[in-house]
Nanobody
Framework: QVQLVESGGGLVQAGGSLRLSCAVSGSISGIHHMGWYRQAPGKERELVAGIDGGGRQNIADALKGRVTISRDAAKNTVDLQMNSLKSEDTAVYYC???????????WGQGTQVTVSS
């Protein structure tokens, strides 16, 4: 059973930085997408940044220049570094793993990020 556990959320002042980490446990094989998504109150869940097995990244246009995503295959972790945080970045951040081979879609429980202005 694949499980994703996020950590690193919290309260930060505007202009500050946070690093979120997602630890993946369980057996994963084949090609898959991993990414960070977020959902603010009253809004739909949206992509923040994604990364595939080859390291190719996809970062939301509104966040380019402020976030980076990295993956450690040995540790089975995916990290999201967020800088110059704004109040509109306040949301619950979720880690996701989608397997192209099996079509299975896994999500973490989410971690709250609150940016105070």
């Amino acid at each position: 059973q694949v499980q994703l556990v996020e950590s690193g959320g919290g309260l930060v002042q505007a202009g500050g930085s946070l690093r979120l980490s997602c630890a993946v446990s369980g057996s994963i094989s084949g090609i898959h997408h991993m990414g960070w998504y977020r959902q603010a109150p009253g809004k739909e869940r949206e992509l923040v940044a994604g990364i595939d097995g080859g390291g190719r990244q996809n970062i939301a246009d509104a966040l380019k220049g402020r976030v980076t995503i990295s993956r450690d295959a040995a540790k089975n972790t995916v990290d999201l570094q967020m800088n110059s945080l704004k109040s509109e970045d306040t949301a619950v951040y979720y880690c996701r793993l989608y397997s192209w081979n099996t079509g299975k879609d896994y999500w973490g429980q989410g971690t709250q990020v609150t940016v105070s202005s």
